[in-house]
């Protein structure tokens, strides 16, 4: 079992940045990537970011250039630095651990003036 536990979330102005967290306990040795998903109202959930154990990590076209993911595998949490931020960023973010199938409680993110 896995426990994924986010924080981070908030409300900003639009151009403002806000850094998420995601603390990963329990059987964290089956864990193969760590990801970052939103959710807006209405809308499906989507991927937004993924990191591999190797550090490679790989973006949604909409958020390329503004988010950074990175990981510290000692403290065992995965970072989504998100830059530039748009009202279209607004959504719950949700952490995810591959190939484990679970999620975070999800986080709120809104940007608005």
């Known amino acids: 079992q896995?426990?994924?536990v986010e924080s981070g979330g908030g409300l900003v102005q639009p151009g403002g940045s806000l850094r998420l967290s995601c603390a990963a306990s329990g059987s964290i040795f089956s864990?193969?990537?760590m990801g970052w998903y939103?959710?807006?109202p209405g809308e499906r959930r989507e991927l937004v970011a993924r990191i591999f154990r190797s550090g490679f990590s790989n973006y949604a076209d909409s958020v390329k250039g503004r988010f950074t993911i990175s990981r510290d595998n000692a403290k065992n949490t995965v970072y989504l630095q998100m830059n530039s931020l748009k009202p279209?960023?607004?959504a719950v973010y949700y952490c995810y651990a591959e190939p484990t199938g679970y999620w975070g409680q999800g986080t709120q993110v809104t940007v608005s003036s």
């Open 31 to 33: 864990i193969a990537v």
């Open 38 to 40: 939103r959710q807006a």
């Open 2 to 4: 896995v426990q994924l």
């Open 88 to 90: 279209e960023d607004t």
